[in-house]
């Protein structure tokens, strides 16, 4: 039986390093949950179906304004602040 390293870890035969999403560390206190999130695109060449990634790597997981997924930085958000992704989460990508 193989044994597989860990996700988020180099493998013994040096392939290139998969790093998972790390949330943030939480603020003392609940987080609002996010009832608006518009992305802006930082990198205009990259193709549009990359919104399907960056959907999926948002849920569940905490932004704030300022943070970079993969080619796009969170714009805003409704509430403002620290905010947790979830499925009935409204997501907006803007150019």
Do not use: C, Y
Request: hydrophobic share 40%; aromatic share 6%; no cysteine.
């Amino acid at each position: 039986m193989h044994h597989w390293p860990p996700h988020g870890h180099a493998s013994q035969t040096g392939r290139a390093r998969k790093l998972a999403l790390v949330p943030p560390i939480l603020p003392p206190g609940p987080v609002d949950q996010a009832e608006r999130v518009v992305l802006r695109k930082i990198n205009r060449r990259a193709p549009g179906f990359i919104t399907h990634f960056v959907r999926s790597r948002l849920i569940g997981h905490q932004v704030e304004v300022g943070e970079r997924i993969l080619v796009f930085q969170v714009a805003f958000t409704v509430p403002s602040g620290l905010v947790e992704v979830t499925d009935r989460t409204i997501i907006e990508f803007i150019e």
